[in-house]
């Protein structure tokens, strides 16, 4: 594995939105996003910065209607950052696969668990959040991550066992996000091959 060789990029346009995605997993945390959503553009650089990858993102659609919502917006973003982790890991091998982190915000503990198993699922379980941060619906990060593990491979759980604010709430959810992911996709020098005892991921 070249780890200066893990970068993918995705180009997706449908009638809904147009987007155009570089993601590099072994990165220094640049970033350049302008989702059309600011709330969801401070949580994706969140998520690079303590991650340590560089992420590029253009996003237009029907979000930047003031009378639509963001879901088509979150989804497809969801769907091209899976697509271009599938393509930056290539075939997982010498992967750690698994990654976990647990991140305070304040008030706030977010626990992250993954899976680069290419066995999509998420599971996630937070405190009830206000119902918008900016113009971003809150309901809708778990349909981004829903979107992301079913095109990136990722078994991916969320757990906020505790915690008052939203904004916290999906801030320490992002940067454990981030941290997990970093480290389930760093190379484990003892590994050579696929770390699976089925031998295929
Ligand atoms: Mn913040």
Do not use: W
Request: contains cysteine; negative net charge.
């Amino acid at each position: 594995m070249t780890s200066d060789g893990r970068f993918f990029e995705v180009e997706r346009t449908t009638r809904e939105t147009s987007i155009r995605l570089k993601f590099t997993l072994d990165g220094t945390g640049r970033t350049d996003i302008t989702s059309g959503i600011p709330f969801l553009d401070h949580m994706l650089t969140l998520f690079a910065v303590h991650g340590f990858f560089d992420l590029e993102i253009q996003a237009t659609g029907d979000h930047a209607d003031d009378r639509m919502d963001c879901h088509h917006a979150a989804e497809d973003l969801g769907i091209c950052l899976g697509k271009a982790l599938e393509g930056a890991l290539g075939d997982r091998k010498g992967i750690r696969r698994y990654g976990e982190a647990s991140v305070p915000m304040d008030e706030t503990l977010a626990h992250v668990a993954l899976d680069l198993s290419r066995r999509p699922f998420l599971v996630y379980h937070t405190p009830k959040l206000i119902e918008r941060l900016g113009r971003f619906e809150t309901e809708l990060v778990p349909e981004f991550l829903r979107a992301f593990c079913q095109h990136g491979g990722v078994t991916l759980h969320v757990g906020v066992p505790y915690g008052e604010n939203s904004h916290h709430i999906l801030e320490a959810v992002f940067k454990a996000f981030g941290r997990a992911l970093d480290q389930a996709a760093a190379p484990d020098p003892r590994r050579a091959g696929v770390p699976s005892s089925k031998g295929s991921l």
